[in-house]
């Protein structure tokens, strides 16, 4: 069972940055497709982010687009969300997730970590 957990969330003000982290010890990283979700507080759970296999291939969420980076060190099995100039509405519990598969999908990847928080106000 691959288990991962997330690291690096925390409160920030407006403007500022955060670098999440998401790591499975012991497992073959790149096998797997990792993305990053979020869940803010009386809202559905959205992609933010998704990295390929190998790196190559990276999807941002428009509403992240040019602030946040997704990033992936296969020999250390860590996948990174770097976030910068944080809005108020990227509060949200944080979730990697991992998949056998090519794609990343809100309700389908196979592995999930437990998330997470990062907390934008003034």
């Known amino acids: 069972q691959l288990q991962l957990v997330e690291s690096g969330g925390g409160f920030v003000q407006p403007g500022g940055s955060l670098r999440l982290s998401c790591a499975a010890p012991?497992?073959?990283?790149?096998?797997?497709?990792i993305g990053w979700f979020r869940q803010a507080p009386g809202k559905e759970r959205e992609g933010v982010s998704c990295i390929s296999k190998s790196g190559g291939v990276r999807k941002y969420a428009d509403s992240v687009k040019g602030r946040f980076t997704i990033s992936r060190d296969n020999a250390k099995n860590t996948v990174y969300l770097e976030m910068n100039y944080l809005k108020p509405e990227d509060t949200a519990v944080y979730f990697c997730?991992?998949?056998?598969?090519?794609?990343?999908?809100?309700?389908?990847?196979?592995?999930w970590g437990k998330g997470t928080l990062v907390t934008v106000s003034s």
């Open positions: 997730a991992a998949d056998n598969g090519f794609e990343c999908s809100n309700y389908g990847m196979k592995y």
């Open positions: 012991g497992f073959t990283w790149g096998y797997y497709t």
